[in-house]
Every structure is written in C-alpha cells, then in structure tokens.
C-alpha cells in the first residue's frame, strides 16, 4: 500500500484519473457538529493520498475542484454522511457520486449486512480490522495504524463498485440505484438543514 500524506490541501499536478474512491475522518458522526479532520483518496492502485485539513480555514482548492469535477468518478461508501461533511466544512458541491453502501443494499437482497468490513471480506476476500475506527482524527501527528486503518477504507472501493455493478445488471437494477444515487444531493441538503427522519414515511 502506497500511502502519501499531504498537508491542507491536495498538490495541484497531481493526476488521480477519471475515478476515484473518497472517504473522511471526523470528530464524530454530526456533520455539522463534529469538525471533518481527513479526507483519503484512491485512484484505484494501491495507492492513498491523505489529506490532512487546516482546520483554522478550510481551504483546500484542489480537492474542492476535483470533488465538483463533474467528469471525476467519486466512490464513497455511505456518501450521505461524506458528502455532507464536505459540503458543510469544505462548502464543496460534489457531483458523479457513487455509494457503495446502496449499491449493496440494492444488490446484496440476501444480507442484511452491508458495512465496508462485510464488502471488503465477501468480495475481496480481507478480513479488515476496524479497531482504529474511533480513535483521535484530530491529532497533529497521526500514528502509522491510524493512517493505515484510513487508508483501508479507500483502496478496495473500486473493486467492490465493480462487483456490485456486475450483480445490479444481472438483477436488472442499476437503473434503481442510479436514481437513488441522484437523489444523494438532496438527501445531503436534507440532513444539513435537519430533517433527519424519511421525508416519505407516513
């Protein structure tokens, strides 16, 4: 695993391709309370940029420009909360989402699991450890587990998006996902201004 780690903001040569896989690290699971302290990414290659925010400011252009670029892939697993909290600190708009979490959900009928751990295990065959899942993101200095255990949850998301393709087209349902994944956005702009409940429920 090649991890790189980067200081505020993404470098603006960096090429990372038409797809890539993203994931965050906050304070907490409250995107609007818990400040966003990581974001990782992958380009599919073993490879994980690790970004490490300026939380003083918020300003990180390059990574906002590629997360609104709309020709850019962006693979997340569980994109509500991602998404959100990069459009609360980052005020980052980001477009072409893919959510691994409701392609399995969609796809994977015969389980109710659907956690990064149980994709990574069933398609890749990797038992990963969450054991640094609730660990300090805030830190200055981050320990090699703690950048290991987030690189983790990046670089099999490629992978698993085209497994999790190749079954929704055998069942006839990527077209069912891709306007779930449409309304992503929205559901975003919901849980930002608090409606946290199913809008359609009775």
């Known amino acids: 695993m090649d991890i790189k780690t980067h200081k505020d903001d993404l470098p603006s ?8 896989a993203v994931d965050t690290e906050a304070m907490g699971l409250e995107p609007k309370r818990d400040p966003l302290t990581l974001v990782q990414i992958s380009s599919g290659n073993q490879d994980c940029h690790i970004i490490q925010l300026d939380r003083k400011n ?3 252009k390059n990574l906002v420009a590629i997360l609104e670029n709309p020709s850019v892939k962006k693979i997340f697993h569980y994109a509500r909360f991602d998404v959100a909290v990069l459009k609360h600190f980052l005020k980052a708009n980001t477009q072409n989402i893919f959510c691994t979490k409701v392609a399995s959900k ?3 009928t015969y389980t109710d699991k659907h956690g ?4 990574v295990k069933e398609i890749i065959g990797v038992d990963m450890s969450k054991q640094m899942q609730s660990s300090d993101w805030g830190a200055e200095n981050l320990s090699e587990k703690q950048l290991k ?12 998006k085209a497994e999790l393709n190749k079954m929704l087209i055998r069942e006839n349902r990527i077209s069912l996902l891709n306007n779930c994944l449409k309304f992503i ?18």
């Open 13 to 20: 040569d960096l090429d990372l391709g038409n797809e890539i």
């Open 58 to 60: 918020y300003k990180a």
């Open 106 to 108: 969609i796809a994977r």
């Open 116 to 119: 990064l751990k149980d994709l």
């Open 149 to 160: 255990y987030a690189a983790s949850d990046v670089i099999y998301l490629h992978k698993i």
């Open 185 to 202: 956005e929205t559901r975003v702009d919901l849980d930002l201004a608090d409606y946290r409940n199913d809008i359609f429920s009775h």
